[in-house]
């Protein structure tokens, strides 16, 4: 029974965990996932990576970052984030037109920060990581049960969080191998069995590309176990004006539009 | 991990287990009792031994995950399920009698008996539906009713959710569900189509109408794939005196290609509740099964056996829609009148699924003794069912997405909203009743509707004149 369970606990386990990923310099929609996660009662904040790249904001955004880790935030590396020191001739031309610009901006305090993040981190059962836990220095894209299986067959947590793909999905490997896809729907919350493990692929917050432009970020529910899938809508105009102040190519600020 | 040894008496989280009642394959059922629930409860708890089938486990954790998420009469309430890691269990309410297994013995039923056991099992199928669960096991050992007369479907261990993460769905090698009544698309491995289940509740019907079962009881995979080729007998075939209108239902029901049985089981209820008017098409008549060229053309063509797109739950609820729409036959309501068949037109072409339910509602007075015929001799109900068919005419639709109805009652606001909800019906198109002495004197039947009624509601008004 639910409530003889709860009271049998020690009731401060019970945290609410806002977990956002990809958040790409969009202001906007940083704000509005924040403003939402707050009014929904979240606690404590978890940052997958991806800061800046793509969007006008990275200065506001980093320091944002900051303040959060500063007030107890998790906060790991992503490829943009690192690519501000280490250029990577592996991005696409708009992502490299964007970070060249994004270096100009940044002080030193911020890039000191960004480039200093680690590339995973453990907290209890669960474990953050940008890309995949099976090489993070890889990025490499989940986007099946093949790339899942083998970052959760690279962790003994029973929950990981991650992000990189811009698409929310959720999978699950039980206790006998078997792996399950699932694309979750927005502001269901679904259990998180404990006989078998999970990686929740989050959503971008600044950036999404699963055909619904509004920001996606998840809330997670410790004690019961839930993961919520959300989404906030934002001023998708104002980030696109900023896009296009800073001379970025036009493109990034259209897709927003589009969310894909 | 060490479990629990269970005994009567143990208290498991507040519920205390006074007996065993059930011992299944993969679960035990308890008999609980727990301090401040009157509700007679019982406790499942899975047999979990060493060296179980993984897929009983996962089956316990789907329904662990889908029974706390569902509400209303139709499922047994859940009132707390146990963790995994200590023990676990779901415990939920007793309900009370026997499962329909019980009337096995019985069989064949009377068919009037049949068509109403299975408008209560559609009407439960329909709620289910609506909060995305595809039930996957309608079978008569997982339908019980309560006192009321609610039909609640219980077991929900193959269930799918369209909304949170079907573990089943890389378990199983082959398909898994109970084969007399696993739909042609299960054995495809598509779970996620809720007309499934009302195929289920045909193999029902069919059985539980002509004591024979329709595909038979093999539970060979290559006795059960026959079912993707070969059609059914016809129930006339068995009992001479089958009437046509039943026989129409169950072969749609049994129909191979979903999007050729019923779009949704609120359609299908409505069918079983108004016998009289099912459309009959070729399959009421039908005496004989399929001609073995027709059988050999199915079991060859590639086209039943190809993967299909997702025809998620929620979609397929949408896209068929009751509509119900309320007509004043009194000749000063034609502007009204041709109003609504504007509104009802522009919603039947945008969902193609829907069907139009016509109503009129024939006052009674209060005190006064009413007669069904006219001064001279006429029935005033048939005159108004063609006056509804008239009505509906300009429409041109396909019969089958039309139904036409005469209520009779003091209150016609009551009698509208009655009809809404015992039907299902989605959207309730109405007239507003022009200034005059009668809305004066009787208020407004449409404001009553809109106010009341738990669908949606369209009020019409004929075009403003324009002015002077």
Same mark, same amino acid.
């Given at each position: 029974?639910?409530?003889?369970?709860?009271?049998?606990?020690?009731?401060?386990?019970?945290?609410?965990?806002?977990?956002?990923?990809?958040?790409?310099?969009?202001?906007?929609?940083?704000?509005?996932?924040?403003?939402?996660?707050?009014?929904?009662?979240? *606690?404590?904040?978890?940052?997958?990576?991806?800061?800046?790249?793509?969007?006008?904001?990275?200065?506001?955004?980093?320091?944002?970052?900051?303040?959060?880790?500063?007030?107890?935030?998790?906060?790991?590396?992503?490829?943009?984030?690192?690519?501000?020191?280490?250029?990577?001739?592996?991005?696409?031309?708009?992502?490299?037109?964007?970070?060249?610009?994004?270096?100009?901006?940044?002080?030193?305090?911020?890039?000191?920060?960004?480039?200093?993040?680690?590339?995973?981190?453990?907290?209890?059962?669960?474990?953050?990581?940008?890309?995949?836990?099976?090489?993070?220095?890889?990025?490499?894209?989940?986007?099946?049960?093949?790339?899942?299986?083998?970052?959760?067959?690279?962790?003994?947590?029973?929950?990981?969080?991650?992000?990189?793909?811009?698409?929310?999905?959720?999978?699950?490997?039980?206790?006998?191998?078997?792996?399950?896809?699932?694309?979750?729907?927005?502001?269901?919350?679904?259990?998180?069995?404990?006989?078998?493990?999970?990686?929740?692929?989050?959503?971008?917050?600044?950036?999404?590309?699963?055909?619904?432009?509004?920001?996606?970020?998840?809330?997670?529910?410790?004690?019961?176990?839930?993961?919520?899938?959300?989404?906030?809508?934002?001023?998708?105009?104002?980030?696109?004006?900023?896009?296009?102040?800073?001379?970025?190519?036009?493109?990034?600020?259209?897709?927003?539009?589009?969310?894909? | 991990?060490?479990?629990?040894?269970?005994?009567?008496?143990?208290?498991?989280?507040?519920?205390?287990?006074?007996?065993?009642?059930?011992?299944?394959?993969?679960?035990?059922?308890?008999?609980?009792?727990?301090?401040?629930?009157?509700?007679?409860?019982?406790?499942?708890?899975?047999?979990?031994?060493?060296?179980?089938?993984?897929?009983?486990?996962?089956?316990?954790?789907?329904?662990?995950?889908?029974?706390?998420?569902?509400? !209303?009469?139709?499922?047994?309430?859940?009132?707390?399920?146990?963790?995994?890691?200590?023990?676990?269990?779901?415990?939920?309410?007793?309900?009370?009698?026997?499962?329909?297994?019980?009337?096995?013995?019985?069989?064949?039923?009377?068919?009037?008996?049949?068509?109403?056991?299975?408008?209560?099992?559609?009407?439960?199928?329909?709620?289910?539906?609506?909060?995305?669960?595809?039930?996957?096991?309608?079978?008569?050992?997982?339908?019980?009713?309560?006192?009321?007369?609610?039909?609640?479907?219980?077991?929900?261990?193959?269930?799918?959710?369209?909304?949170?993460?079907?573990?089943?769905?890389?378990?199983?090698?082959?398909?898994?569900?109970?084969?007399?009544?696993?739909?042609? *698309?299960?054995?495809?491995?598509?779970?996620?189509?809720?007309?499934?289940?009302?195929?289920?509740?045909?193999?029902?019907?069919?059985?539980?109408?002509?004591?024979?079962?329709?595909?038979?009881?093999?539970?060979?995979?290559?006795?059960?794939?026959?079912?993707?080729?070969?059609?059914?007998?016809?129930?006339?075939?068995?009992?001479?005196?089958?009437?046509?209108?039943?026989?129409?239902?169950?072969?749609?029901?049994?129909?191979?290609?979903?999007?050729?049985?019923?779009?949704?089981?609120?359609?299908?209820?409505?069918?079983?509740?108004?016998?009289?008017?099912?459309?009959?098409?070729?399959?009421? *008549?039908?005496?004989?099964?399929?001609?073995?060229?027709?059988?050999?053309?199915?079991?060859?063509?590639?086209?039943?056996?190809?993967?299909?797109?997702?025809?998620?739950?929620?979609?397929?609820?949408?896209?068929?829609?009751?509509?119900?729409?309320?007509?004043?036959?009194?000749?000063?309501?034609?502007?009204?009148?041709?109003?609504?068949?504007?509104?009802?037109?522009?919603?039947?072409?945008?969902?193609?699924?829907?069907?139009?339910?016509?109503?009129?509602?024939?006052?009674?007075?209060?005190?006064?003794?009413?007669?069904?015929?006219?001064?001279?001799?006429?029935?005033?109900?048939?005159?108004?069912?063609?006056?509804?068919?008239?009505?509906?005419?300009?429409?041109?639709?396909?019969?089958?997405?039309?139904?036409?109805?005469?209520?009779?009652?003091?209150?016609?606001?009551?009698?509208?909203?009655?009809?809404?909800?015992?039907?299902?019906?989605?959207?309730?198109?109405?007239?507003?009743?022009?200034?005059?002495?009668?809305?004066?004197?009787? !208020?407004?039947?449409?404001?009553?509707?809109?106010?009341?009624?738990?669908?949606?509601?369209?009020?019409?008004?004929?075009?403003?004149?324009?002015?002077?």
């Amino acid at each position: 029974m639910r409530q003889s369970r709860d009271a049998a606990r020690i009731r401060t386990d019970t945290v609410l965990i806002a977990l956002f990923a990809d958040i790409h310099a969009n202001r906007q929609a940083f704000e509005a996932c924040l403003a939402q996660a707050r009014q929904r009662g979240a *606690e404590r904040y978890v940052l997958l990576g991806d800061f800046v790249g793509y969007g006008g904001d990275p200065v506001w955004t980093t320091e944002t970052v900051m303040g959060l880790v500063a007030d107890g935030a998790k906060a790991v590396r992503g490829n943009h984030d690192q690519a501000v020191d280490a250029p990577s001739a592996a991005m696409n031309v708009e992502a490299q037109v964007a970070l060249e610009w994004t270096r100009g901006v940044l002080g030193a305090a911020e890039r000191q920060f960004l480039a200093t993040l680690p590339m995973s981190l453990r907290d209890g059962e669960r474990l953050y990581v940008h890309a995949e836990a099976s090489d993070p220095a890889k990025w490499i894209y989940v986007q099946s049960t093949v790339e899942a299986s083998r970052s959760l067959m690279a962790t003994d947590a029973q929950i990981t969080f991650c992000g990189h793909i811009h698409q929310p999905a959720l999978y699950s490997l039980s206790a006998t191998a078997k792996m399950t896809a699932f694309t979750p729907v927005a502001d269901v919350p679904i259990p998180l069995l404990p006989g078998r493990r999970w990686l929740a692929v989050l959503g971008a917050v600044g950036q999404p590309r699963d055909g619904n432009p509004a920001a996606a970020y998840a809330l997670l529910d410790t004690d019961k176990r839930e993961l919520t899938y959300c989404r906030a809508a934002y001023d998708i105009a104002a980030a696109a004006d900023r896009i296009r102040k800073a001379g970025l190519p036009v493109w990034l600020a259209e897709r927003l539009f589009r969310g894909k | 991990m060490v479990k629990p040894q269970l005994t009567a008496g143990s208290v498991i989280d507040g519920f205390r287990l006074e007996e065993p009642v059930h011992q299944g394959g993969m679960a035990t059922l308890w008999r609980v009792t727990h301090a401040g629930i009157d509700t007679p409860l019982l406790m499942k708890v899975p047999r979990i031994a060493e060296g179980a089938d993984p897929a009983a486990v996962v089956s316990f954790e789907m329904e662990q995950m889908i029974l706390p998420r569902l509400s !209303g009469p139709h499922v047994p309430k859940c009132f707390g399920v146990g963790d995994f890691a200590v023990l676990p269990y779901i415990a939920m309410e007793q309900l009370p009698g026997k499962s329909l297994l019980s009337r096995l013995g019985d069989l064949p039923l009377p068919y009037a008996e049949v068509a109403e056991i299975g408008a209560r099992i559609a009407t439960a199928l329909d709620d289910l539906h609506r909060q995305h669960v595809v039930h996957l096991d309608i079978k008569p050992s997982n339908i019980m009713f309560r006192a009321s007369g609610e039909a609640v479907l219980v077991d929900y261990g193959l269930s799918h959710h369209e909304q949170l993460p079907d573990l089943m769905q890389e378990e199983f090698r082959v398909p898994f569900g109970t084969a007399p009544y696993m739909s042609p *698309e299960q054995l495809r491995d598509i779970r996620n189509d809720p007309r499934s289940d009302l195929f289920a509740l045909g193999v029902l019907l069919y059985f539980f109408s002509t004591g024979v079962r329709p595909f038979g009881e093999s539970e060979s995979l290559r006795g059960m794939r026959r079912r993707l080729w070969r059609d059914p007998r016809p129930p006339r075939q068995l009992r001479s005196d089958y009437p046509p209108w039943l026989q129409e239902i169950v072969l749609k029901c049994l129909e191979i290609e979903p999007a050729w049985r019923y779009p949704t089981a609120a359609q299908l209820a409505f069918d079983l509740t108004h016998p009289d008017q099912v459309k009959l098409t070729q399959r009421a *008549e039908r005496l004989a099964r399929d001609p073995w060229t027709v059988v050999l053309r199915r079991r060859f063509n590639t086209d039943l056996k190809a993967p299909r797109a997702k025809a998620p739950v929620s979609a397929q609820l949408y896209s068929a829609p009751i509509v119900a729409v309320a007509i004043d036959l009194d000749e000063h309501a034609a502007a009204v009148n041709e109003a609504l068949r504007v509104f009802a037109q522009r919603l039947l072409e945008t969902v193609p699924s829907a069907r139009l339910a016509c109503l009129n509602v024939r006052r009674l007075g209060r005190i006064a003794l009413d007669t069904t015929l006219d001064e001279r001799g006429h029935s005033k109900q048939i005159d108004r069912l063609v006056g509804l068919r008239h009505w509906a005419g300009p429409l041109e639709l396909d019969e089958r997405r039309l139904t036409v109805h005469v209520l009779e009652a003091v209150d016609p606001a009551a009698a509208i909203l009655e009809f809404a909800e015992n039907n299902r019906v989605d959207h309730i198109l109405i007239g507003a009743r022009q200034a005059s002495v009668m809305r004066k004197l009787l !208020g407004s039947v449409s404001a009553k509707v809109a106010a009341e009624a738990t669908c949606s509601v369209t009020v019409v008004r004929p075009p403003r004149p324009s002015p002077l």
